[in-house]
């Protein structure tokens, strides 16, 4: 495996990093709950999970048919 003949100084490595940025996240507004949310993730709103305007999953409790049979 190849090593550098010569040390690399600390600057050298720092220039390089520079490039490296951190941006401040994208939120929006969801058209039918109306709550912020970060882009291109789903997000709980009153017990149901929504993505891009629609209901993914509706966290109801169980019906009570469901819990008595086994």
């Known amino acids: 495996m190849p090593n550098p003949k010569r040390r690399h ?5 720092a220039k390089r ?3 490296y940025k951190a941006s401040a996240e994208t939120w ?3 058209a039918t709950t109306g709550e912020s949310h970060l882009r291109h993730r789903a ?3 009153e017990g ?3 993505y891009r ?3 993914v ?3 109801a409790p169980a019906a009570p048919e469901a819990e ?3």
């Open 17 to 19: 990093r520079t490039h």
């Open 53 to 55: 305007g629609k209901v």
């Open 57 to 59: 999953v509706d966290k």
């Open 28 to 30: 929006s507004v969801d």
């Open 48 to 50: 149901k999970l929504y």
């Open 9 to 13: 100084s600390a600057q050298r490595g």
């Open 68 to 70: 008595g049979k086994q």
């Open 43 to 45: 997000h709980w709103s």
